[in-house]
């Protein structure tokens, strides 16, 4: 649930932490960690100020690049091929959401490919890399970095370098490399493969375990975000920094995630991967809808072009042609239906309102409904086509059987005036 200015809710959002005050507030406790944070955000001297800066000793960053590669993917087919190589591979669940709370609606298959050697500013540094296959036709690539032992500002530094290095796996080929070795591996559940130019990447910091204990408004206390959400060196105005921290949430005191439009940070010290989970499932379906726009984009100057060059025709085939590209829309527009209406189910939400929150958040802040506002336009505008097209053929052939008929009733009269 939204907490607002590292504020945390209850999921039945009965339940607010109290506004923080100043030491020496009356009915205000400090820990001693807290006090360090508190001293370090507001300038307080300290000669423990060089120990205030927390140390991760347990965490991860997490690139991911998603591919579109076929029209869909038959899961059992691809469990069954990872099987006979030997690969372990399993369905992919919600670690800590019960199914009846929150659930995949078709499970994705994950796999791990092995250890990727990366370089992270002059570092050699090994990432372990896993894929995810969605049945819609999506397949996701993610290299997990570790964390150990690191203090924010290296952290921060480690997620900046991972970020670049994802833009260096790209251009050298790592990616598609990593592509080619799943492909290898479930060929034959791929349904009409095909790699579309249309990609998607995202990336988060993970932070499972500190060097102390601190809460989620305590961290916010401790360390600056924004330098982590935003990549950038330079100091941001404040409306800036407003904008990229408005989206957080905290369920628990120590839980803390925050969402941008291209990174996440996620402070999880019992190790739950859902909201990780999630976030890569609302990337999934922003791909896919992204592909589809893009699809009936380059669809609908054909079909005018189409519709334009069947009205030239001779006029006994018009008939034919029309009922010809009006199959073709209506086996388009059933197709762009059914895939549509399996990402938009890729997660089902029922009871579980803080993690639908962050779900609806992410689809807000990815534009998923914009994008598939614009796809259901251009459903809209082949469907309206392709019921002109269908009555323009009914008319045809009604005009066709019309003639014909005159026809034979001029070739009775003829042949009755000619008989002797």
Partial sequence: MLADMGVAVGRNGATRRPERQPPGTTGYHHSQPDML???????????????????????????????????????????????????????????????????????????GLGPVVV????????????????????????????????????????VNAVDRCTEDLLADGTWERLLEQVRALVGPALIRPEMSGVQEDYLIGVVHAFDRTLTAAALQDCVDLVPLLSGE?????????????????????????????????????????????????????????????????????????????????????????????????????????ELTERVDNALQVTEDVYLARIYATALELFRVPTVNAAVDRKLAIIRDTYSALYDESSASRTELMEFLILILIMAEIVIALVRP
Avoid at 126 to 137: V, W
């Fill in 37 to 111: 944070c508190y001293r370090r955000r507001h300038g307080l001297r300290s000669q423990t100020m060089s120990q205030s800066e927390p140390l991760i000793t347990a965490g991860a960053i997490v690139a991911l690049r998603l591919f579109d590669v076929a029209y869909a993917i038959d899961l059992a087919r691809a469990e069954t091929l990872l099987a006979e190589q030997a690969r372990m591979a399993r369905r992919s669940r919600l670690s800590a959401t019960p199914p009846k709370a929150m659930a995949f609606g078709v499970a994705p298959v994950a796999v």
């Fill in 119 to 158: 370089e992270l500013d002059g570092v050699t540094t090994e990432a372990a890399a896993t894929a995810r296959l969605y049945d819609f036709g999506a397949m996701t690539l993610a290299l997990h970095v570790p964390v150990m032992g690191m203090p924010w500002a290296g952290f921060v530094h480690r």
């Fill in 233 to 337: 060196q330079r100091p941001l105005s404040d409306s800036a920094r407003q904008d990229l921290l408005r989206q957080r949430f905290s369920y628990y005191t120590d839980d803390l995630v925050v969402l941008t439009w291209d990174r996440a940070f996620i402070y999880e010290p019992r190790g739950d991967s859902d909201v990780m989970d999630i976030l890569e499932v609302a990337n999934a379906q922003l791909l896919e809808m992204r592909y589809y726009d893009e699809l009936l984009d380059d669809e609908l100057p054909r079909m005018y072009d189409l519709v334009a060059k069947a009205r030239r025709a001779r006029p006994l085939l018009t008939s034919r042609r029309f009922a010809h590209l009006a199959r073709r829309l209506h086996t388009l527009v059933a197709e762009v239906t």
